[in-house]
């Protein structure tokens, strides 16, 4: 992409605070009206794969539990970690020991005070190993956790991970409740009220909460699994709001709606089944990366926004994101060089692959459509097969069941590790089936390591090993647009895949 067009596209990233800041300041001053009130989200998926915030695994389920469940710690907008459940914590200089102190007076819904045997208990139940690999792969680290008195927290480390603090946002649960897949009960400022499967979850504010709070009373989150239907939902007024539309879809709003402009802090590719053939040969995967014009991409499907991204990092990640591995394939097709490596694989006249892809994602489809024409350039045709999103769950990416598919993959935590760890062998992430014992080795240096330049340096190995081997042909992280109805504001863009509802309030109109 030419510079002057990706300096412009980059600054999004850096401005987003900044604008959405300028949009809730503009023309007669903004205020929060405390009286009771309501809002209607679109979202594109039910919460199908768990309920249960420790197991959940789907980006569009966790972002709605961002609201309803906290850990010791949570992030801010700035991409910080603050103290949530703990009022406050201590790292040892070795990077081996977590101290961490119970907030005091916090509450779960359910009235009950929380105690440390609750922080304990959700801890080890995300560190238990009787079923395989830990619910949260860095607690395999653990040493010990000790609670020496009703208010301290204690981890020690078995190797030192000065990256651990991440992996502290973990849902802290009551120790008794034993139907968490039924019962929602969690610390943050929404309670989960009812679900109706296929229609929409209702969540209301929690009056007990520790900190500022929510300032509307009660969200509806309505389902619209129909990407065809969004924009009339918004503009006839059943729907208050909805994340990540396309250009399109923008540019037919009615002038009730802000358009909010950030970036959605995921690497969108066209992911690869590396064990399933022809895809098992490396210089195949070279070949379609080598056919993709991002460009293209950009201009037919994203009204010629986007990031372009090189590798399994996108720009929120700072020092560990490089903008030269875009250069390795570029961000315009070659298809000389894409029909040169597809003969030298032994593929001269092309071969036939399907891309599975998640009907309610319109961008997902969108990029599908694009890079068949593409790849149709070399001799190589990519059908679409557009799936429901709780079969995309459970035959893409639990099962690993397809050749190819298009989606955007998040960072649960701002670590480089949260990207990079689900691409190891033994990952059971690794949903790409992707093998490098040289990435495994990388990757683990990484997490070792306690000096900061050596642990950036062993994950950018990482990254490099991904773009050499071409594990997936690796596009972009997409713009996020948001139409919010102009009587709400107050809507954060976060450097991880989250919406943070606590933060929208109702315009005083007055």
């Not at 909460?209 to 619209?224: D, F, M, P, Q, S």
Request: aromatic share 10%; net charge negative; glycine share 6%.
């Amino acid at each position: 992409m030419k510079n002057k067009r990706l300096k412009s596209l980059l600054l999004i990233v850096v401005l987003t605070t900044l604008t959405i800041a300028l949009s809730g300041c503009s023309g007669d001053k903004q205020e929060k009206s405390e009286n009771s009130s309501s809002i209607t989200i679109g979202i594109p998926q039910d919460l199908e794969d768990s309920l249960d915030p420790h197991k959940a695994v789907a980006a569009g389920t966790k972002e709605v539990l961002f609201n309803i469940f906290e850990g010791l710690v949570k992030p801010d907008s700035d991409g910080n970690y603050v103290p949530a459940v703990a009022s406050d914590y201590a790292i040892s200089e070795d990077g081996k020991t977590y101290t961490f102190t119970l907030r005091d007076g916090i509450k779960f819904h359910d009235g009950k005070d929380v105690t440390v045997e609750d922080v304990k208990y959700s801890i080890e139940k995300c560190a238990d190993t009787t079923n395989g690999d830990p619910l949260v792969a860095a607690y395999f680290n653990i040493d010990t956790l000790e609670t020496p008195d009703d208010k301290t927290i204690v981890i020690t480390l078995k190797e030192a991970d000065t990256e651990f603090l991440a992996n502290m946002t973990t849902a802290i649960i009551p120790a008794s409740n034993t139907e968490v897949d039924t019962k929602l009960i969690g610390t943050g400022p929404y309670m989960y009220v009812s679900r109706s499967p296929q229609e929409n979850i209702i969540l209301e504010k929690f009056g007990d909460y520790w900190g500022e709070g929510a300032h509307i009373e009660n969200v509806t989150l309505k389902i619209l699994a129909d990407a065809d239907t969004l924009v009339t939902q918004l503009n006839g007024g059943a729907v208050d709001m909805i994340a990540r539309l396309t250009a399109t879809q923008t540019s037919q709003l009615s002038d009730d709606f802000d358009v909010l402009t950030g970036s959605m802090n995921l690497v969108q590719a066209l992911y690869l089944n590396n064990q399933a053939a022809p895809f098992d040969n490396p210089l195949v995967r070279q070949a379609l990366s080598y056919a993709t014009d991002k460009e293209e991409l950009f201009d037919l499907a994203f009204d010629g926004q986007g990031l372009p991204i090189g590798s399994m990092m996108f720009p929120a990640f700072k020092k560990y994101y490089s903008d030269e591995l875009n250069e390795v394939y570029g961000n315009t097709a070659n298809v000389e060089k894409a029909k040169a490596l597809l003969t030298e694989a032994g593929f001269p006249d092309g071969f036939t692959f399907t891309i599975t892809v998640p009907s309610n994602y319109q961008q997902h489809v969108d990029t599908a459509q694009v890079l068949s024409q593409q790849f149709a350039k070399i001799g190589v045709t990519a059908e679409i097969e557009t799936v429901e999103w709780e079969s995309w769950l459970e035959n893409v990416y639990a099962g690993r069941q397809f050749e190819a598919t298009v989606v955007g993959v998040d960072a649960p935590t701002l670590t480089a590790g949260a990207l990079l760890g689900r691409f190891t062998t033994e990952s059971p992430k690794n949903f790409i089936n992707y093998v490098n014992p040289a990435y495994d080795e990388a990757y683990q240096t990484a997490v070792s390591e306690v000096d900061d330049d050596a642990k950036t340096k062993a994950y950018m190995t990482c990254e490099e090993l991904l773009t050499q081997d071409a594990a997936s042909v690796y596009l972009q992280d997409m713009v996020s647009l948001v139409a919010l109805n102009k009587k709400y504001a107050g809507y954060e863009f976060y450097p991880l895949y989250v919406q943070d509802f606590a933060k929208l309030y109702l315009v005083d109109e007055k």
